[in-house]
């Protein structure tokens, strides 16, 4: 959830500083279904991002802890399922929608000539 509402203020920040393209490709024939797709589309390149280099972290923590464990003497093995990547990756993905709807609508509902006028 804190990640998700980090992943919000980032894509409210960039919906704020591009008001005039978002003006601008709504003068010139973008729907808002258009501009709504591109604010998530970025939510959840964003998110898929952060779920890869969490994957790597997460792959290389887990090593260590396991060769440290071996060097103590247990026995203890390194494991990474494809289910549990596969179930990473969905849930990053899910939190960029979730998170990135709200952005990507009011992107959506500007009125294309307030935006362009905007400052």
């Known amino acids: 959830i804190v990640g998700g509402i980090g992943i919000m203020n980032i894509m409210m920040m960039a919906v704020q500083e591009r008001i005039r ?6 003068a ?5 279904n258009d501009i709504q797709n591109q ?15 969490g994957i790597i972290f997460g792959i290389i923590i887990s ?21 549990s990547i596969i179930l ?17 609508r009011k992107a959506s509902s500007y009125d294309p000539v307030e935006a362009l006028r905007y400052e």
């Open 88 to 104: 990473s990756v969905g849930v990053s993905t899910i939190v960029g929608i979730i998170f990135g709807w709200y952005p990507a």
């Open 39 to 53: 604010f998530l589309i970025e939510s959840i390149i964003l998110t898929l991002t952060g779920g890869i280099i």
């Open 21 to 26: 393209e978002i003006g601008l490709r709504k």
């Open 28 to 32: 010139i024939g973008a729907k808002n």
């Open 63 to 83: 090593l260590l802890i396991t060769l440290v464990a071996h060097y103590l003497g247990y026995s203890w093995d390194f494991i990474i399922t494809p289910m």
